[in-house]
């Protein structure tokens, strides 16, 4: 779990947080993975299996979603109601007029509707709608992708339930689902008008409110990834996207409704991760509503840096490698050429060298889900080891050790024993003893 934690830096706060990775499975969305699965919670929707609908229904309903899409695409706002029942909540049919217009300036390469009548919902839980012929809640997907930043066009759910009158399909409603588990994403346009800055490596998508902290960001969207790509290598997209919501509700919209928002500075998220291509869709880093704006500009700067490693090596990570490795290795890359001392950046570990010697054993994960001070202690742990290979061995082998470490995912401690062999030529109870041999002489 990612936390804001304070480190008095020339007498600036700088925040740290941990970034969040998806498995690659269809909507397990709570960056579980390098750092934790932060998405969207989707519960599976309780329907029942019921036979393929008939095919006329589906290429009508194929046709409405093709035709919204197409409409919103050439800025056809008429077109775009049109796929609205027009005996709608006048609530909904707003909140699609909104849509529209908050859409203008984001620059879509790809929006689309992908449709699975085979998944649709019992119609025995459906309410009634007046004057409704028929009624249906097939499984719909929104696809996008943003121009210029996404490699790959990424998909969320859209819980639309849709109505049919006088022959004719409509869009009833996006929230009338909830009951029997579908919910519809909500992106940043779903909150309001959408601004957005490009730069040659990414863009930054906010709103009118933060245009501030927006130009900020784009100042150092591009030397962060750059300084990403000297450590990592050239083999990631060298593109991000960074989301600045104005809200917690919209934070929590984008990483997931049970994340504690309140408390991290910015996390990074993915819809479905394939290590085996090595690849990652809808990629983001989605900056805090109410911290990330008093960051300093070194503050900023580790940060940014810190989030862009979790997007650059997402592909190459599985769900359940060591939580000190991927959070040691991203502040390793965050902190780099800062010219921040150990010392100073882990106030917490250094307090407790001074109490009691170093820690006698390496971070578990769970210490990564904890809270306060057991967190903070984690975290800086974590860089204090990725100092220590760095520093002892070389940087080329502590990339080595992630990229072997975080390929493997969640394996028992004789084969992480043979890993870091393979890698340093140390076991776990050798490497530590080492990495408390280097604490007490930077630290003691």
């Given at each position: 779990m990612a936390r804001m934690r304070a480190l008095l830096v020339a007498g600036v706060a700088i925040a740290l947080l941990g970034g969040l990775t998806l498995v690659s499975a269809p909507f397990t969305r709570k960056e579980s993975l390098p750092a934790q699965t932060i998405a969207p919670e989707q519960s599976p929707p309780s329907q029942a299996a019921i036979a393929p609908p008939a095919s006329a229904r589906t290429d009508a309903v194929r046709t409405l979603l093709a035709d919204r899409a197409h409409a919103l695409q050439r800025r056809d706002e008429k077109a775009f109601i049109a796929s609205i029942d027009p005996q709608a909540d006048p609530a909904f049919l707003k909140a699609q007029q909104d849509l529209f217009t908050n859409l203008a300036g984001v620059p879509l390469r790809e929006w689309s509707y992908t449709l699975q009548p085979q998944r649709a919902i019992d119609p025995a839980v459906l309410h009634g709608v007046a004057g409704a012929e028929e009624l249906w809640a097939p499984e719909i997907e929104l696809v996008y992708a943003l121009r210029g930043s996404d490699p790959l066009p990424t998909s969320r759910p859209m819980g639309?339930?849709?109505?049919?009158?006088?022959?004719?399909?409509?869009?009833?409603?996006?929230?009338?689902?909830?009951?029997?588990?579908?919910?519809?994403?909500?992106?940043?346009?779903?909150?309001?008008?959408?601004?957005?800055?490009?730069?040659?490596?990414?863009?930054?998508?906010?709103?009118?409110?933060?245009?501030?902290?927006?130009?900020?960001?784009?100042?150092?969207?591009?030397?962060?990834?750059?300084?990403?790509?000297?450590?990592?290598?050239?083999?990631?997209?060298?593109?991000?996207?960074?989301?600045?919501?104005?809200?917690?509700?919209?934070?929590?919209?984008?990483?997931?409704?049970?994340?504690?928002?309140?408390?991290?500075?910015?996390?990074?998220?993915?819809?479905?991760?394939?290590?085996?291509?090595?690849?990652?869709?809808?990629?983001?880093?989605?900056?805090?509503?109410?911290?990330?704006?008093?960051?300093?500009?070194?503050?900023?700067?580790?940060?940014?840096?810190?989030?862009?490693?979790?997007?650059?090596?997402?592909?190459?990570?599985?769900?359940?490698?060591?939580?000190?490795?991927?959070?040691?290795?991203?502040?390793?890359?965050?902190?780099?050429?800062?010219?921040?001392?150990?010392?100073?950046?882990?106030?917490?570990?250094?307090?407790?060298?001074?109490?009691?010697?170093?820690?006698?054993?390496?971070?578990?994960?769970?210490?990564?889900?904890?809270?306060?001070?057991?967190?903070?202690?984690?975290?800086?742990?974590?860089?204090?080891?990725?100092?220590?290979?760095?520093?002892?061995?070389?940087?080329?082998?502590?990339?080595?050790?992630?990229?072997?470490?975080?390929?493997?995912?969640?394996?028992?401690?004789e084969e992480i024993d043979r890993l870091m062999g393979s890698v340093l030529g140390l076991n776990r109870e050798e490497f530590t003893a080492g990495w408390r041999e280097y604490l007490r002489e930077t630290l003691g």
């Open positions: 639309y339930l849709l109505v049919k009158r006088a022959g004719l399909w409509f869009i009833r409603s996006d929230n009338d689902l909830l009951e029997v588990g579908r919910r519809t994403w909500r992106g940043p346009w779903d909150f309001g008008p959408c601004s957005v800055i490009t730069t040659s490596r990414g863009l930054v998508m906010s709103h009118p409110a933060r245009a501030t902290m927006a130009k900020r960001i784009a100042s150092e969207l591009d030397s962060a990834v750059q300084e990403v790509t000297d450590v990592w290598g050239s083999a990631w997209s060298q593109q991000v996207v960074v989301l600045l919501p104005d809200t917690s509700e919209e934070m929590r919209a984008l990483v997931g409704p049970n994340f504690p928002v309140d408390a991290v500075v910015a996390v990074s998220v993915a819809d479905r991760v394939d290590v085996e291509r090595n690849t990652a869709e809808g990629q983001r880093v989605v900056m805090s509503a109410t911290t990330a704006d008093a960051l300093s500009v070194a503050a900023l700067k580790i940060v940014l840096r810190h989030e862009f490693t979790h997007i650059a090596a997402r592909g190459s990570t599985v769900d359940g490698s060591p939580m000190w490795l991927l959070e040691g290795f991203a502040d390793y890359i965050g902190y780099r050429d800062s010219g921040i001392p150990l010392a100073q950046a882990t106030p917490d570990l250094n307090a407790q060298m001074i109490a009691s010697g170093p820690p006698s054993r390496l971070p578990p994960d769970e210490d990564f889900r904890s809270q306060g001070r057991t967190l903070d202690l984690a975290y800086q742990q974590s860089l204090s080891i990725a100092r220590f290979v760095a520093e002892r061995r070389s940087e080329a082998k502590l990339i080595e050790l992630y990229r072997v470490l975080a390929k493997a995912g969640r394996v028992g401690g």
